[in-house]
């Protein structure tokens, strides 16, 4: 399982001069035992590898950039993301190559995409065992007969122990992530987080698909068990994207990134990448009991003194990740494709208490849903945030998005409106109050009200009108409290409902100001305002 590297067939994008050790398409369990050996990791009581990731807990969003060049000029959304300089990457790249030179890495040799039309080989090369298992996990795995002559479109090299230096490659710190989207080359150091090298294939992949009308989506997916009726879940982190998809009753696609092409929907990845905070078995049964197995990876997960996760601590980070192939996930999809969605749902956490927990929207109001990407944090989910804050991710993934938000909101309308598909807007966050006054939306009533949603139920029964949003609410819901479906009703002091209402509405008129000359009047029509609001 160990060669120099000189038998790798294709374009060899990361040419090292005197390659040291190279371990190829090792298997799960050589990997886990190559990251025990080598000291990176250890095993929990019931075998799962527990890995730390250092300083970075999560993405280095300051430290990613994008070449500009000739083909990426006009066609990345430059407001959005940071330019690197074709010949500062050229440097980058020298020396990448000379930080390489004599190591020993490790290469997966690896498919995005479950969709054998649209699937895209690629090569990555790493530093750590772990990594290797981490992105063999997360990526789709070839057959032994698909690795003959395999030659790799994309290509990732992911080197922790490399420091950039700004000076001489342009960076904004030691910590580097950069794209060549022209060369199909991606360069990540100083950093362990394992979501970059993901998140890298990822945001290749939201570049690259629109061009061939196939809608990259930040989504998790399910589908019934028999027959079609599949769905399709954005949300920003915390929002519930991978629980709520995570359905004993249907069969897992996947829980973070798909595409939606002329042929269906078809998931990116082959494993999920899932949140522990306040993990339990009881709440999140599939994913818990898929985090403790024996081969899964838990990142910066504290155990207790029997080796056994506490899942409750948050003192490394409140990102704390479970890694795990799909097959871990009892009732996961084989293909990893479906049909078009009948459903699209639009996740948020609102802890300003003022979105009812569900309302079906028009597809004017999808898109602009859609490209507002709103949800709210609350403190204690990441360092230095007090209180509630509003957080607008275009598309429910602005991070990931190197093209402009209007050329993905273009795309899912017309896959809505030429499939006839149905769209919610859940929320997940507080009721009765915003976040320290109200609770959070009971997930019983979350559940139930997704699952009429889905089977189609919930067509059948009597809708209100919004007066603020203007998207239609469930009246009511057997087996669901009628009190939480009018979010005002829900609310002690009504005045205070209405103040909280209307600062909601100016955060979403003032983020929307910068599309608005990209969308058509109906899509601008679709925004909140007060003036039909009960006073």
Not at 215 to 222: F, G, L, Q
Not at 228 to 239: E, I, Q, Y
Not at 371 to 383: F, I, M, R
């Amino acid at each position: 399982m160990a060669d120099t590297g000189a038998d790798m067939a294709g374009t060899i994008l990361f040419p090292i001069e005197n390659p040291g050790t190279i371990h190829k398409n090792m298997s799960a369990d050589e990997l886990i035992q190559q990251s025990l050996e080598r000291g990176e990791g250890k095993l929990t009581d019931t075998g799962a590898l527990t890995v730390e990731t250092g300083a970075h807990t999560g993405r280095a969003a300051k430290d990613k950039f994008i070449v500009r060049d000739a083909s990426t000029e006009d066609t990345v959304w430059w407001d959005n993301n940071q330019d690197m300089s074709p010949e500062h990457f050229e440097v980058l790249l020298e020396d990448f190559l000379a930080h390489a030179d004599g190591r020993e890495l490790f290469v997966q040799e690896l498919f995005a995409g479950a969709d054998e039309t649209h699937r895209m080989p690629t090569r990555i090369y790493l530093e750590y065992a772990w990594h290797a298992l981490f992105i063999r996990y997360l990526l789709r795995r070839p057959e032994a007969s698909q690795l003959e002559g395999f030659s790799p479109e994309f290509t990732v090299v992911n080197l922790p122990s490399f420091r950039a230096d700004p000076e001489r490659h342009g960076t904004n710190s030691d910590t580097v992530i950069a794209c060549d989207f022209t060369r199909k080359l991606v360069l990540i150091g100083g950093t362990s987080y394992a979501g970059e090298t993901k998140k890298s294939v990822f945001g290749y992949l939201n570049y690259k698909l629109p061009a061939k009308s196939i809608m990259p989506m930040h989504c998790s997916a399910n589908k019934a068990m028999e027959g079609g009726n599949s769905a399709v879940f954005f949300g920003l982190s915390g929002t519930g994207k991978t629980t709520l998809s995570a359905d004993p009753r249907r069969t897992l696609l996947g829980d973070d990134e798909h595409g939606w092409s002329g042929d269906g929907i078809f998931n990116f990845e082959g494993g999920c990448y899932a949140k522990t905070i306040n993990l339990s078995r009881e709440a999140e049964p599939e994913i818990y009991e898929a985090s403790i197995r024996a081969g899964a990876i838990l990142e910066n997960v504290v155990l207790n003194e029997d080796g056994s996760p506490d899942f409750d601590d948050g003192s490394l980070t409140e990102n704390a990740r479970s890694a795990y192939p799909l097959d871990f996930i009892p009732n996961a999809s084989d293909t990893g494709t479906s049909e078009h969605p009948q459903n699209v749902v639009m996740l948020t956490a609102d802890a300003f208490g003022v979105l009812p927990p569900i309302a079906k929207l028009t597809p004017s109001q999808a898109m602009y849903h859609f490209l507002s990407g709103y949800t709210a944090k609350v403190a204690g989910t990441e360092k230095g945030l007090d209180g509630v804050q509003a957080t607008f991710s275009t598309c429910f993934g602005a991070p990931f998005m190197p093209r402009h938000p209007s050329v993905y909101g273009n795309l899912l309308r017309e896959l809505i409106a030429g499939h006839d598909v149905d769209c919610w807007l859940v929320n997940t966050g507080w009721t009765g109050g915003e976040y320290g006054v109200g609770h959070r939306m009971p997930i019983k009533a979350t559940r139930a009200l997704l699952n009429a949603a889905l089977n189609g139920s919930l067509a059948d029964v009597e809708m209100r009108r919004d007066p603020v949003f203007g998207f239609q609410v469930p009246l009511e819901l057997e087996g669901v409290d009628s009190a939480i479906l009018n979010p005002r009703d829900t609310w002690e002091d009504k005045a205070a409902y209405d103040t909280q209402a209307k600062a909601l509405v100016d955060m979403f008129i003032d983020n929307f100001e910068k599309f608005e000359s990209h969308v058509d009047p109906d899509v601008r029509a679709a925004a909140p305002a007060m003036r039909d609001a009960a006073e």
